[in-house]
Nanobody
């Protein structure tokens, strides 16, 4: 079981930036886990935003955030970051991070444990 704690959300204006953090605590090092960011807007389903793989740190992005968001990690600090630039009102959502050690080739799957989320609100 992995514990995850998100932070860094807040209320910003369109065009501003935020950096979200996800501290990952498990029995193994961060490099053993894939970590993904997902978001859920009011009245909508949770969907994939970005992910970073454990071993090779390859990042993946949903098309709507590509070029604006950057996922990265600091293995020594067991922390995954989501740098969000040029924020839009459509980015408003609760952002969750999830972790798993799945070997699936589908980077959108295999997240077994989740944080409780951090609210991002972008005003226009």
């Amino acid at each position: 079981q992995v514990q995850l704690v998100e932070s860094g959300g807040g209320l910003v204006q369109a065009g501003d930036s935020l950096r979200l953090s996800c501290v990952v605590s498990g029995r193994r090092a961060l490099s053993a886990y894939r970590v993904g960011w997902f978001r859920q807007a009011p009245g909508q389903e949770r969907y994939f935003v970005a992910a970073i793989m454990g071993r090779d740190a390859v990042p993946y992005y949903e098309n709507s955030v590509k070029g604006r968001f950057t996922i990265s990690k600091d293995n020594a600090k067991n922390t995954v970051f989501l740098q969000m630039n040029s924020l839009k009102a459509e980015d408003t959502a609760v952002y969750f991070c999830g972790a798993g050690n799945s070997a699936s080739d589908d980077y959108k799957k295999g997240y077994d444990d989740w944080g409780r989320g951090t609210q991002v609100t972008v005003s226009s």
